[in-house]
């Protein structure tokens, strides 16, 4: 099958707030001999096109603040990263604590790793998306097992997430289909992951060695987009059943 599209329900451990709810419909999308670039070009075709038949425009408010659908930013993730924390890819691990410690930020342990540095670091720059969709590109590999890293900087993938109203709504990249590589990434994933017990997924690998072809792979946040095109603050506005607090609290046994 050439291209994939699917409506689901995902189910993630994460905690509850205004944008995120453990049970939420995502759309993924995958497409043979597309990429990265493939599947920007398909979000923004998809949310302007949507925004116009749902809105019937391209410029929509969201509490309190314009959105212009016309005009499509592209952030660097690895600029950012450079910028405000001085880190680059190539830093050593004890570089990079360092770093971030130097800007205030508290690390616990001496045992942490790179992809948790990475991931502490990237919930601090959550982007302003301002009044436009920002397309958040040039991502650390280590945050992006599955993706292919650049032609042109093996240290970054060819990924974005896409940023609207202050939310992450979208997720993508250009799929990694090499198994050996594919295989190397997990391995060293693995061995960032000291404290849990984690295997590597051989059936996915295996596949791989069956071939795959070059692929763009894509995840949009259904309740998400809906509450942008719907102007709700809450996640809870948008979902038929969202999380809710029992009336009253579990006796003691």
């Known amino acids: 099958m050439g291209k994939v599209y699917e409506i689901n329900r995902n189910f993630r451990n994460e905690g509850i ?15 043979s001999y597309s990429d990265c ?21 391209t410029e929509i408010e969201y509490q309190g603040k314009m959105i212009d659908l016309s005009k499509w930013e592209r952030v660097s993730f690895a600029e950012l990263m450079k910028k405000q924390f001085g880190i ?13 410690k130097a800007k205030g930020i508290e690390i616990e342990g001496k045992d942490i790793s790179r992809t948790q540095i990475i991931n502490i670091v990237g919930e601090l720059l959550e982007v302003e998306a301002g009044n436009h969709p920002v397309f958040v590109i040039e991502m650390f590999k280590e945050l992006c097992p599955l993706a292919k890293v650049k032609a042109d900087n093996p240290d970054l993938t060819d990924r974005f997430e896409l940023y609207m109203g202050g939310m992450e709504i979208a997720n993508a990249y250009s799929e990694l289909n ?11 994933e693995l061995k ?18 069956y071939g795959m072809p070059p692929a763009g792979g ?24 969202p999380q809710l607090k029992p009336q009253k609290p579990t006796e003691e046994m």
């Not at 599947?39 to 038949?53: F, I, N, S």
């Not at 050996?180 to 990434?185: F, V």
Request: charged share 35%; with cysteine; glycine share 6%.
């Open 88 to 100: 680059v890819p190539s830093d050593s691990h004890e570089e990079w604590i360092k770093k971030l």
């Open 178 to 188: 090499d198994p050996i590589e594919q295989r190397k990434r997990l391995e060293d």
């Open 192 to 209: 960032g992951a000291r404290n849990e017990k984690r295997n590597i997924d051989e059936d996915f690998v295996n596949a791989l060695e």
């Open 17 to 31: 707030s205004i944008k995120h709810n453990p049970e939420f419909t995502m759309l993924e999308v995958y497409e």
């Open 218 to 241: 894509l995840g949009i946040g259904i309740d998400r987009l809906v509450m942008i095109l719907t102007n709700s603050a809450s996640i809870r506005d948008v979902i038929l059943f």
């Open 37 to 57: 670039e493939g599947m920007m070009k398909l979000t923004e075709d998809l949310v302007k096109g949507l925004a116009g038949k749902v809105c019937g425009r």
